[in-house]
């Protein structure tokens, strides 16, 4: 059971919007930033969204993230096939003293 | 920067597993990284272990529910670091990644994030 909630699947058509949610509590989300990440079969996850809502450099416009309390979203506009992967919310808990993770969102594009 | 890890693949229940990871391009004596080590599996997902870093001195954390198992050291004169975990049974089974953490100030504000992973070793439990 993973301390942060994601929903366990998404799914859009290409061009649609999706956001996926992660929920958390005071001593995670409401707390510290929020790291966003993507993960295709077989391969490590990569960095998508830190901070909340910084891009590293190279991860394109369309990918946005944001908070509001002890929730953060993840939104995705203009999807394409090649967002199909699943999708990872984390941050640091205060009160476990360590990296929380959500369980994960398998994103489909129809 | 690069982690290579090195370890087997293959643990009997009860023993211990050893795994390493090889820093290029960066130094495990960083005083802007820390350096992890997650787990991944289908019934746990993923599962951060522990981490150790510098800030003048050597510290490390661990998981609330892997303290009494789990060690992460540093070896400078390699530039590596490896992880220890005593005990195994099956439900260790996972992928194990290890994992640099990044600080990146501006201003007045940090942002630490999971920026470079290791490809991850898949580690079964079994006899």
């Known amino acids: 059971q993973s301390v942060l909630t994601q929903p366990p699947s998404a799914s859009g058509t290409p061009g649609q919007r999706v956001t996926i949610s992660c929920s958390g509590s005071?001593?995670?989300?409401?707390?510290?930033?929020v790291n966003w990440y993507h993960q295709l079969p077989g391969t490590a996850p990569q960095l998508l969204i830190y901070?909340?809502?910084q891009r590293p450099s190279g991860v394109p416009e369309r990918f946005s993230g944001s908070k509001s309390g002890t929730s953060a979203s993840l939104a995705i506009r203009g999807l394409q096939s090649e967002d199909e992967a699943d999708y990872y919310c984390?941050?640091?808990?205060?009160?476990?003293?360590?990296?929380?993770f959500g369980g994960g969102t398998k994103l489909t594009v129809l | 920067v690069q982690l290579q890890q090195s370890g087997p693949g293959l643990v009997k229940p009860s023993q211990t597993l050893s795994l390493t990871c090889a820093i290029s391009?960066?130094?495990?004596?960083?005083?802007?990284?820390?350096w992890n080590w997650i787990r991944q599996s289908p019934a746990k997902g993923l599962e951060w272990l522990g981490r150790?870093?510098?800030?003048?001195?050597?510290?490390?954390d661990y998981a609330v529910s892997a303290k009494s198992r789990v060690t992460i050291n540093p070896d400078t004169s390699k530039n590596q670091f490896s992880l220890q975990l005593i005990s195994m049974t099956p439900e260790d089974t996972a992928v194990y990644y290890c994992v640099r953490v990044q600080t990146n100030c501006s201003g007045p504000r940090c942002f630490y994030y999971m920026d470079v992973w290791g490809k991850g070793t898949t580690v079964t439990v079994s006899s």
């Open positions: 984390a941050t640091w808990d205060d009160s476990l003293h360590g990296w929380v």
């Open positions: 005071n001593s995670n989300i409401g707390s510290n930033t």
């Open positions: 391009g960066d130094s495990v004596s960083s005083n802007s990284a820390a």
């Open positions: 150790t870093y510098y800030r003048s001195k050597w510290y490390n």
């Open positions: 901070g909340t809502n």
